[in-house]
């Protein structure tokens, strides 16, 4: 942690501030420059404290907190991959692992259809949504625990492992009861109540990015798993906010390879809430896999014309098998394979 | 609902959007342009139509929704102004009503040297917070049940009503049995399941903008609480995130006119969380009122610099207490008062 | 600027830094942390040096800039608010100064109709586009030449001094020529040679903020004018791009406190080009006097359904007359006068 | 363009907007719904036209416009891929061109140097700046007529074609005496007068996205070159402003899907300047040939540590080299070749 003193600083209110370290526990070293003084304060925990408790202090101009405030989900805590298992498929390793399914279970017709389809293709793991967090209190809420049973039956029928949402901290017993993998949700991701109570699970999570959250602020989010001692916990880039109106969200493809450099955990894309439109869901797929994500996340309906839930992002099967040929060829010359 | 047709799209195209339409008990019109077809798809209910069951056909090239998907938040459903009565404070009138307190409830003492504070200055509510979604997992996450109870004492002691978040949808009625009002986070604005229990309670709320939502999101997210039966829902813009990085959040001083048009709901202006910072707290709080906000919510607390939450943002009580004096001279040139 | 090494950086990469450090003539101070080294490097020109340089160094983490990289427009070098004078009207005491006219001119009558209109309401300066950039090579191009010598006659006919914008490098002479205050705009901010080239001119000039540039940049292309003498500089808040899309641009309200705090030249705001929509004006402009704004840009057309650019976001003449009778109020509550 | 008028607009007012949209030569179709009437106006430049001045009139809520304001650079006015040659080397066709080269040419040893190991690693056009757009005035500017020069010497010796950039509308014919190819840089993206002169020039042009432009927008502003008749025009996405901040912009790769369905021009990526950081370039490059780009623009240095501008993001020749390996097989996995 960096404090930039102001011009003409006091010696007292310098004083202050080393106080106010000493009392955190933490080394001071004073860089006194031509202009202003700046002191550096140094220990093994700078990264959780707050700068705001220094910024607040008289005579400071500034404080810069240098360490990340995130430390369980970070490269140097813990150098080497972390390997998430979903009910045998392994995420984070050389396979590119696929998800695929619809993005609301609707009916067991539709999912026993969609999950088929996908198995076929290639997909490893087959998604499928029960509990719909909606944007109006007008649309599909999703068949909730009924979704649950369905996705439970697809399981056991199609040999293929399950992941779901859950929206509410007290129902991560009940859908850990029928899932393999738990989803947390975008808007969710600073749910820290749900976070915690999925921690204390230790299951299988995929945690996505909040659309307006930066990457340290996810992996601080991430922290909130891994420090309830639950480490397998993938995480899931969906396209963030910003200006550009053509599609959905602006997938940022630059977080697999910053996330390659600052965590140890494993990330997968979902380029369908991203672009929002099945017709530009095959160029971010084929990108992600280039760039590095361990797996991705698609939607697939066997009718998306009527879907009751995103149709416009869903691919078709026929659309998703042949895409799942593309990925193939991508994943090979980067020296991977699905 | 307006669907615009690729240029050529066949006769068959245009009969299925046609159909699809007729089939949701639409009407509909047919603009043939010199180069594609328009179709304009009527009813009173299109604004909670998802576009997509549209795009998603053959031949479309783009559906544009002219109704708001929300629609208990809007004046036009709603002409005259909402009042709210928080304990007998009605928020939405001629007076601009001061809410006033620290971020967190950290002792008896502290509550109840500030809650004096801010009421001798004007305040007419009392905030503090108990339970507190902190973003990383090694931070104060507040003093949960016993600072319902220490808010509970200073109401009664300094009478004034309070105001508290509630962040578990589990926690609605423990908190609505001690406080007067409840607080809706950024981060939970979509919280569905919150929401619904919220808007349950008839508890009168305050919703917080999700600082990276549009006022449309904002509005359907009340829709959710409208639904439900409550009434009672004050509007509350705390900033929203852009690309600038002096401030913490960027606050969105147009929302307050743009509400004033769309929604019939009272709305209030959150500087402290927006700035982030307590010197540009003034500036803001005296803009909002000048802007047409019915009421502020402030951070105040007697000793900023040893805040466990926030510090940095936070007025001291002779701070707030000068700029109340301000304040109250704006609220008169726009023909309100304090 | 602050060093951060890597975790196990060698000597020879510390060794690496520290040369380079003094090779620029920077004083170096070594923090040796628990974790990791960190190095500060001391010196009174560390904002004009990239950071770049040293972050490229092997076995260095991430570099922080402690120092702001402009120079010439901070506060820190110049304490006193810089007064800046057009033609007798004085920005930046304790006036508050409207300026106000139509986007573009696009006849004599118009203009003198206008140009009347705003004298007698009370503004002090008369705005008006004679060079116009448009988004669309399709659009209305502005009058240019003929637009200038219409605002040349206005000036002296209606006794007021005009503003107007220049576009090009090479119109800096001509447009000041007939022109009391230059006014570079939005798209223009980081045309460098246009900055350079109204530097030089030493004409009074209003630079609009780029709608996606920081204050720190903001500030920054000011030094472009003020490095080559110009001190004559009124900087222009005119709405950033968000994704909220209820208004063409968010105004940043806390822009005005910020810039008050860093910087000493005076601060207009444009409420026009921010809401794009003549309902939102008074109330942004309302918000803007009472958050400290010297002065006011705001668009008025005799007849805004019939003008040729920008009529949604003109008031009116009577609109305008009612509004200067608010603000008269509002900048009375904050100790000032229009 | 679609009219939606307010809830009990009186048949006057509905006559208003029926009245001006004739006088523009559009045809009208009046659509009565149960609430409201919403006007549609037919006609095939209805994309040219400003929403506005329907908007402005008395008793309309709101405008749509369906059409895109851009024209010539739409794929509906030309369905067939634009190949733009760069003196001999075609972009927009099978082949993945590769332009690579030093950010600014700082002497002829450097120049020489890179651009032989560029052309050895298979870049088939050097790139270089001689015109540097700079932040800060105290940043060094670039060698200008000096560059020039020494591009044209490199194209000879090398033999091969150079892009660089030009910034003054008045240099577009010095820049295209020495340069195959101009560049228009993301700050002057909307300079119109910089694309007036370069479209009369007709020399191929890379038109960069302005860092905080819409698509649209960058679609509109290419209408400009091609409006003058300069069909030669190369589109280049290199980052987007976002609230991320582990990166100078956010690679927008979801531009190339959606700029191939509604543009017939080519579009290559700059992965140097959104990165930032020369360790992310390597994941966006793939991502981009993977997503469908025609091209890449990438910065190379021989000594990134003594570069005078960005050595940051620039690659070293021989980790372009190996870079250039692993492109080859991704642009053979989406069946084209470099």
Chains 1, 2, 3, 4 share one sequence.
Not at 95 to 103: E, F, H, K, S, T
Not at 179 to 208: E, H, Y
Not at 264 to 286: E, R
């Amino acid at each position: 942690m960096i404090v930039e003193m102001k011009t003409g600083a006091s010696q007292g209110e310098i004083d202050g501030v080393v106080a106010k370290a000493r009392s955190q526990g933490l080394d001071v070293q004073l860089n006194k420059g031509t202009d202003k003084t700046v002191v550096a304060l140094l220990g093994s925990n700078t990264g959780q404290l707050s700068p705001d408790i220094f910024a607040v202090l008289p005579g400071v101009e500034s404080v810069t907190r240098i360490m990340k405030p995130y430390k369980l989900a970070s490269r140097e805590v813990k150098p080497r991959d972390t390997l998430v298992s979903c009910s045998g498929v392994e995420v984070g390793g050389e396979r590119v692992v696929i998800m695929a399914g619809p993005c609301a279970v609707e009916s067991k017709e539709q999912l026993m259809e969609v999950g088929g389809a996908v198995k076929r293709a290639g997909a490893s793991v087959l998604r499928g949504g029960a509990f719909k967090p909606r944007t109006s209190p007008f649309s599909f809420q999703g068949l909730q625990k009924a979704g649950l049973e369905l996705l439970a039956q697809a399981r056991e029928q199609i040999g293929i492992p399950v992941v779901t949402e859950v929206v509410d901290p007290h129902d991560v017993a009940l859908v850990s009861g029928y899932a393999d993998v738990l989803q947390v949700g975008s808007r969710n991701m600073q749910n820290f109540a749900l976070l915690t109570n999925i921690g204390k699970s230790r299951c299988p999570v995929v945690l996505k990015r909040g659309f307006a959250c930066t990457i340290t602020e996810w992996l601080t989010a991430a922290d909130y798993l891994l420090a309830e001692g639950n480490d397998q916990v993938i995480l899931c880039e969906r396209g963030i906010r910003t200006f550009e109106d053509s599609v959905r969200f602006s997938l940022d493809i630059s977080a697999i390879p910053v996330l390659k450099k600052s965590s140890h955990l494993p990330v997968i894309v979902d380029p369908s809430h991203a672009a929002g439109h099945y017709s530009l869901v095959p160029a971010i797929a084929k990108a992600a896999v280039a760039a590095g994500a361990d797996g991705l996340l698609i939607e697939v309906h066997p009718n998306p014309k009527e879907a009751l839930v995103d149709g416009l992002q869903s691919l078709t099967p026929s659309d998703f098998t042949r895409l799942m040929e593309e990925l193939r060829t991508i994943a090979k010359s980067v020296g991977r394979y699905i």
